[in-house]
């Protein structure tokens, strides 16, 4: 079964940068096989969609309050998907999720096969 573990978040000030790590484990499963997307959840806020990946990287998508500041890329040969963030803002302090889905096309929000645990993202002064 795939196995998801997220990395990279920390406290960082308004408008500074982080790059997020989704790192896939478990035996004989690669993530080439998997379109990947990132969720984050705010204190108190629902989970929404932040961007998601296509298998091969061909196709990408970004949520509105993210497009032009997060840029969404994957290394298969290296089993990770990456989220770097810049500009950041407080309203984009959250628990950061990556999740996969097994499919040959596109990019999917639902339906997903695995979860990471999630990694704290906190965008303040």
């Known amino acids: 079964q795939l196995q998801l573990v997220e990395s990279g978040g920390g406290l960082v000030q308004p408008g500074g940068s982080l790059r997020l790590s989704c790192a896939a484990s478990?035996?004989?499963?690669?993530?080439?096989?998997?379109?990947v997307a990132w969720f984050r959840q705010a204190p108190g806020k629902e989970r929404e969609g932040v961007s998601c990946?296509?298998?091969?990287?061909?196709?990408?998508n970004y949520a509105d309050s993210v497009k032009g500041r997060f840029t969404i890329s994957r290394d298969n040969a290296q089993n990770t998907v990456y989220l770097q963030m810049n500009s950041l803002k407080p309203e984009d302090t959250a628990v950061y999720y990556c999740?996969?889905?097994?499919?040959?096309?596109?990019?999917?929000?639902?339906?997903?096969?695995?979860w990471g645990q999630g990694t704290l993202v906190t965008v303040s002064s």
């Open positions: 999740a996969a889905k097994r499919a040959l096309y596109g990019c999917h929000w639902d339906n997903l096969d695995a």
């Open positions: 990946i296509s298998r091969i990287g061909g196709t990408s």
């Open positions: 478990g035996f004989t499963l690669e993530l080439k096989y998997y379109a």
